[in-house]
């Protein structure tokens, strides 16, 4: 996992933090500047001033025009980050002054631009892929190309959360009956761990997502893999695992595409066994940790909307988890 505090090289992290760095500097000039009038001012020697310019100059002027620069500046980095279209000539005029906004390369021309829908949900990220006529879904994991911006578009159904990789850009709230924009974007691959910001009920806490940047190659197999439906059973064990899974009505609440699994209140589990984590970070992602989740969610996240499974006895959980696990 990559350090959180350390902005990704081409991620709007590095916008951001040429911005604060700006400011820190900024605010430090001009810290020292008051302080070295007000010094000189204790210990030389009296003298009339001119009041009016030093009114006009100091208490008008001056921090009109750092305002009015700064405001640009941030404006020119918000309209940047929050979607495709920042562009025009706050965006010229950040690239002018900025290496980090001419890292982004934003198209809005790119036929094959890669657009996805983050909700959030009590607790967990349920992730929408839309690239040209494609479609998949996938849960509290991202997938970026190296080097490629990907536009998010962020949305609630309960209550108000917050979607925040500290590493790759800024937070962005994600409010009932809203649609923000977020644009992400990493040159180097790695792994980037996010959170929810915004305290959103009990398991707020356990809301995590994890965000893989790979190779352009790397993205298009996983895509390629990620629009094809379930594999069938490789075995009778997988097979009556399957099996299972069907009986215990789980498909009632999650879908597994290539079978009779529709459900659409969970996760869609077509290729739960790809992802690093389940329950939204809580557990590391093998047969053993999705064994323990069906049978004892509700311990590891109460009030979860997944009760516990009561029904399986002990070969029909192996088999269940040993199914998922092999969803990949």
Known sequence: MEPTWRPAAGSSASLIHELSLT???????????????????VFSRPRPVRARLWLAVGGLAFPVTVLVALLGYSVAVGNTLNNFQGQGVLRFLLDCVS???????????????????????????????????????????????AGRAVEL????????????????????????????????????????????????????????????????DGFQRWRERQARDAAAPGDDFLAQGRSAFMRGGCGDCHAVRGTEARGDLGPDLTHVGSRHSLAAGVLTNHVGTMAGWIAGGQALKPGN???????YDGQELRAVAAWLESLR
């Open 23 to 41: 400011m820190y500097v900024g605010c430090t000039v001009i810290f020292l500047l008051v302080m070295a009038l007000l010094l000189y001012a």
């Open 99 to 145: 290496d980090a906004s001419r890292a982004l390369g934003l198209s809005t021309t790119d036929a094959a631009a890669i657009r996805v829908e983050v909700k959030a949900r009590q607790w967990w990220w349920e992730v929408r892929y839309r690239i040209g006529a494609e479609e998949f879904e996938l849960a509290n994991e991202l997938r970026l190309p």
């Open 153 to 216: 578009e962020l949305v609630t159904e309960d209550v108000i959360h917050s979607f925040w990789v500290p590493s790759l850009a800024g937070k962005v709230d994600m409010i009932p009956g809203h649609r923000n924009r977020l644009v992400l974007k990493a040159d180097e691959p790695g792994v980037h761990g996010g959170v929810c910001a915004e305290y959103c009920g009990g398991q707020h806490a356990l809301m995590g997502l994890v965000v893989v940047v790979e190779t352009e």
């Open 305 to 311: 909307a997944m009760p516990d499974a009561r029904d």
